[in-house]
Each structure stands twice: as C-alpha cells, then as structure tokens.
C-alpha cells in the first residue's frame, strides 16, 4: 500500500481544489491487503481498552511487518480483512490507531475511493 498525503490526490471534481473527506464508516478500509502498524502507545491503550495484558495483546493479535522493524495488526484468518472487524464495527474503534485515524484524510493510495464511500467536502478557501 503506497501512502500518499492529502494534497497529492485531489478529489474527483477538480484537480486544484482541496477536500476532506467524511467517513461513512462504510468498513472498505478493514478489508485491503496491507500492514496496520500498532505503535507501542496504542498497544498499551487497546490492551487496557480490551481488557488484557499487553503482552497477551501482543501475542494475540499482532504479527512482525514485513520490514521486521514494527509489529502490524495480524489478518482475519486467511483473509485479508482486519483482525479487530466484527460484523461492521470495530472492535477498537473508541481507541482506533493512529494509521485507522488519518485515513483517508492523512494519507491514501491511488485509486483508494474506488472502493471507500467517504464523503469528499471542499475544504473553504482552498481552489
């Protein structure tokens, strides 16, 4: 997944105008392929939030990235659809990760609302 900021996508009426985009909460984004980094603060909160310990957080629900530098969500057996996905919620949404957070306002990949319902609103003074 190439991570791409807001400014270097613009929406789909022009190619000069600025938006931010509101989710629709429509869980497209659960269901791509690609590395969910956990940060070490966000274990600690969402171990607390599910009530575990970290390590067993750790030991549960995360994997190495393919960088070997960072640990990632693991995947929903065999799929590619995230591990905290339950039905149509997130388990973790009230305290959802950083990387959950910016999308796709803080970063995006081409051809991301092809399948993502976010609602583009021009973003005032821009043009």
Sequence with gaps: MTCLARDSLAGPASSKMRYHYVCQRCTACYRWAGDVEVEDEEIAKIAVFLGMAEHEFVQEFTRIRANRTDLSLVDKDASSECIMLEGDEC??????L?????????????DWEKE????????????
């Design 91 to 96: 388990r973790i949404y009230e305290v959802k």
């Design 116 to 127: 993502c319902e976010a609602i583009a609103v021009p973003i005032k003074g821009e043009a």
């Design 98 to 110: 950083v990387q959950c957070r910016g999308f796709p306002n803080g970063w995006k990949f081409p």
